[in-house]
Structure formats: structure tokens, C-alpha cells
């Protein structure tokens, strides 16, 4: 069935740091990929999504690039800052209407 | 702001017991989606409807139904209730789940509900 894994955290970075939170995903067909962020306290969010292979998706210096060949969509930041810690939600929703899958959340602590 | 409204924000109850949380999705959208937030198991999904119809079900307990109504507004009643079941749970809303593709979820602040 459809899947989603995402390295686990939770991940603790220095201000300015780079950022990566691996996921990758097992799906049929040409699913729609996302990372939606959880601020405390607080709703899940889009951050970004693709919904096609080699499609990048950003928002907010946060980036993801939907890689077919290696079934995953990282997302990365260059800089990372104290507002960025939240815990961060890989997703996929495929063809045919069948439910979101998310993965099961990475927390990031940014430190200044 | 989402525009997903869900109420109450908190709930305090006991075990054994009955609660119902609302849920308003964001104007126009058909699909009313219902997670459960617990520390130690993530996001889990326990049901979905589209435009009042029931579209998939996941990890939902027997004790635990929902229902969306002709104005889209959806409930999740939660019965018998157990220690087990305190967490935060969330309602989203998307515009159309029979495409599927590419369907942004817009979530609400959640009900934190508090089994003692």
C-alpha cells in the first residue's frame, strides 16, 4: 500500500544552520507530494507541495524537489531560524481521491 | 487563519462518557477530513467525507462516528470514552477529493479533548 517515511527527530540545529528532513514515499501511479509544518500550539499548514515528477516546490526559503527515480522529496533550508522550530509533516495524495498519507512528523528545534 | 473553525477548543470530561466536536470547513470546500493527535502516535487519520458521503475511513474506532451535514458542517462523537483517548483532534477541509491530485488540506486549530 501507500506510504510515507520521514527521518525521524527530533533534529536540534544552530541558527544559520542548513536544514534536511529526508522523506521518501511508496505509492502507485503519479502522486501529488507535500510538507505541511505544525507550529506550536497550533493546526497543520501547507508549507509546499508537487505534483509531478522533477516539480520543486518552495515557500518561505524552504524547498523540496519531487525526485520519481528515488521515490523521496527532502526538504531543505539553507538558513535555518528560532521561528522554524515546528514539526514537519511529509504527505502524499494520489489519483482517484484516495486520502492524504502522512508521514510521522519530524520536530526541529533551531537554536540561536 | 485556515477559515477551518472547529469547537470547542478544549473539552474536560470524564470516562465513560459522550462528546461531540464540530467542525465548519473553509467556504466552498466539500471534503471535511478527522485526525487524532496523540503524543505518541502522530497524525492519525480517522475518517473522511465528501459532500455528506462518507469517502474513506482509516484507523476510527466502533466508538467513535462521524457524520457531515447538507451545510457541510461535520461532527465526530466520540462515546465510552477512555483515558486512551485524550488528544488533540483536528478537522481539514479540501475543495474536491474525488480529483485528488495535488488536494491541499486546510486544518483547523484542533479541540484538545481530556479524558480523566
Known amino acids: 500500500g501507500n506510504s510515507v517515511t520521514q527521518m525521524e527527530g527530533p533534529v536540534t540545529l544552530s541558527e544559520e544552520a542548513f536544514l534536511t528532513i529526508n522523506c521518501t514515499y511508496t505509492?502507485?501511479?503519479?502522486?501529488?507530494l507535500f510538507w505541511y509544518v505544525q507550529y506550536p500550539g497550533e493546526g497543520l499548514q501547507l508549507l509546499l507541495k508537487?505534483?509531478?515528477?522533477?516539480d520543486k516546490g518552495s515557500n518561505k526559503g524552504f524547498e523540496a524537489t519531487y525526485r520519481k527515480e528515488t521515490t523521496s522529496f527532502h526538504l531543505e533550508k539553507g538558513s535555518v531560524q528560532v521561528s522554524d522550530s515546528a514539526v514537519y509533516f511529509c504527505a502524499l495524495s494520489g489519483n482517484g481521491g484516495f486520502k492524504t498519507i502522512f508521514g510521522a512528523g519530524t520536530r526541529l528545534f533551531v537554536k540561536a | 487563519d485556515s477559515g477551518v473553525t472547529q469547537t470547542p477548543k478544549h473539552l474536560i470530561t470524564a470516562t465513560g462518557q459522550r462528546v461531540t466536536l464540530r467542525c465548519s470547513p473553509r467556504?466552498?470546500?466539500?471534503?471535511v477530513y478527522w485526525y487524532q493527535q496523540s503524543l505518541d502516535q502522530g497524525l492519525q487519520f480517522l475518517i473522511q467525507?465528501?459532500?455528506?458521503?462518507?469517502?474513506a475511513k482509516g484507523n476510527i474506532l466502533e466508538r467513535f462516528s462521524a457524520q457531515q451535514f447538507p451545510d457541510l458542517h461535520s461532527e465526530l462523537n466520540l462515546s465510552s470514552l477512555e483515558l486512551g483517548d485524550s488528544a488533540l483532534y483536528f478537522c481539514?477541509?479540501?475543495?474536491?477529493?474525488?480529483?485528488?491530485?495535488?488536494?491541499?488540506?486546510?486544518f483547523g486549530p484542533g479541540t484538545r479533548l481530556t479524558v480523566l
Open positions: 508537487a505534483t509531478k515528477a522533477d
Open positions: 467556504s466552498g470546500d466539500l471534503s
Open positions: 481539514a477541509s479540501s475543495v474536491d477529493s474525488l480529483a485528488g491530485v495535488g488536494d491541499t488540506q486546510y
Open positions: 505509492a502507485t501511479g503519479y502522486p501529488s
Open positions: 467525507y465528501y459532500n455528506g458521503e462518507e469517502r
